[in-house]
């Protein structure tokens, strides 16, 4: 049980590439959210999904995409990289199912992305 | 809509020292409260929560917080705390109301605290 992982751990990117950062749980989770961490800021939610197929905006979604083909895996995409998307990207996930577990969310161990 | 409000950014402390990181929130509707610490170079992983019940809640490796409800405050305190605390600490909150199934934690800033020897 592998909990939640994430790939890749770090990358490097120039203005205007795009990427892909892949989100893979063993948790038969519902839910998937996508953060990212900035200095002095927390974490800020950037979409998430509440199950197979869907996916939502959340508090920071702008030049992101993602996708929910699978149940265990939320895809990150990245268009057009830009300096300001500079940051630490973390994966969680949590249950539906029971209202006290349902509250936890479980987090991957990030990834470090640098646009240059 | 909520906000929360980690009073300190850094925290040092020597070791076997107490330690209290403060955690403020602001909400119109009562709110789940949850405590998450981040290991150097690891994601966040759940230290402990408040739900309902005893406003005093213990939590892994010997942290506890209180709910304050007329302070609006969940402060996190070790009574002795170890070089391996070293951490950031997150303060979280979520609405009790139900929205569409979505599990919306608003995360303060942190609070890096550095245990000396």
């Known amino acids: 049980n592998a909990g939640v992982t994430q790939t890749p751990k770090f990358r490097v990117l120039k203005t205007g590439q795009s990427m892909t950062l892949l989100c893979a749980q063993d948790?038969?989770?519902?839910?998937m959210y996508w953060y990212r961490q900035d200095p002095g800021m927390g974490l800020r939610l950037i979409h998430y999904?509440?199950?197979?197929?869907?996916?939502a905006k959340g508090e920071v979604p702008d030049g992101y995409n993602v996708s929910r083909l699978k149940k265990q895996n939320f895809l990150l995409g990245l268009e057009s990289a830009a300096p300001s998307q500079t940051s630490v990207y973390f994966c969680?996930?949590?249950?539906?199912?029971?209202?006290?577990?349902?509250?936890?969310?479980?987090f991957g161990p990030g990834t470090r992305l640098t646009v240059t | 809509a909520q906000s929360v409000t980690q009073l300190d950014s850094q925290v040092p402390v020597f070791e076997e020292a107490p330690v209290e990181l403060r955690c403020n929130y602001s909400?119109?509707?009562?709110?789940?409260l949850f405590w998450y610490v981040q290991y150097p170079n690891q994601g966040l992983q759940l230290l402990l929560k408040?739900?309902?019940?005893?406003?005093l809640v213990k939590g892994i490796n010997g942290f506890e917080a209180e709910f304050n409800k007329s302070q609006t405050s969940f402060h996190l305190r070790k009574p002795s705390v170890h070089i391996s605390d070293t951490a950031e600490y997150f303060c979280?909150?979520?609405?009790?109301?139900?929205?569409?199934?979505?599990?919306?934690?608003?995360f303060g800033a942190g609070t890096r605290l550095a245990v000396h020897p």
């Open positions: 969680a996930s949590s249950l539906t199912g029971g209202i006290r577990r349902r509250y936890e969310q479980y």
């Open positions: 948790m038969n989770h519902e839910y």
């Open positions: 999904s509440v199950g197979e197929g869907t996916t």
């Open positions: 909400s119109s509707v009562s709110v789940y």
């Open positions: 408040y739900l309902s019940g005893s406003t």
């Open positions: 979280a909150v979520r609405p009790r109301l139900f929205s569409g199934g979505y599990n919306k934690l608003i």
